[in-house]
Nanobody, 131 residues
Framework: QVQLVESGGGLVQPGDSLRLSCAAS????????IAWFRQAPGKEREGVSC????????YYVDAVQGRFTISGDNAKNTVYLQMNSLKPEDTAVYYC????????????????????????WGQGTQVTVSS
């Protein structure tokens, strides 16, 4: 059974850092792309970043480029999202999702973080950035 479990969310102040984890089971990271999405209250779910272990590449949307870093640990079958210099507008529920239809994050660009490409989702973890 393909399953994703997020962890690492919390309440932080502007400028702080958090690291989210997405633990995968039932499949190997090499065979899937993993992306992070977020959804703020009253807004649509939006893509944040994509990681492809098989292609060895990543993609970030402009809003997080230079602040967030996505990485994976194949031995732990886990993908991480390191979030630095957090801003209040980063407040949202963060979800990770898996796709076996996204072959390369960098090559597909913004398409790699479209929700319709992803079939398996985690339950989400809340990130709140507030002073």
């Amino acid at each position: 059974q393909v399953q994703l479990v997020e962890s690492g969310g919390g309440l932080v102040q502007p400028g702080d850092s958090l690291r989210l984890s997405c633990a995968a089971s039932g499949f190997a990271l090499d065979d899937y792309a993993i992306a992070w999405f977020r959804q703020a209250p009253g807004k649509e779910r939006e893509g944040v970043s994509c990681f492809s272990s098989g292609a060895g590449d990543t993609y970030y949307v402009d809003a997080v480029q230079g602040r967030f870093t996505i990485s994976g640990d194949n031995a732990k079958n886990t993908v991480y999202l390191q979030m630095n210099s957090l801003k209040p507008e980063d407040t949202a529920v963060y979800y990770c999702a898996a796709s076996n239809r996204v072959s390369t994050c960098r090559g597909m660009g913004v398409i790699s973080v479209i929700t319709g490409w992803y079939d398996t989702w985690g339950q989400g973890t809340q990130v709140t950035v507030s002073s």
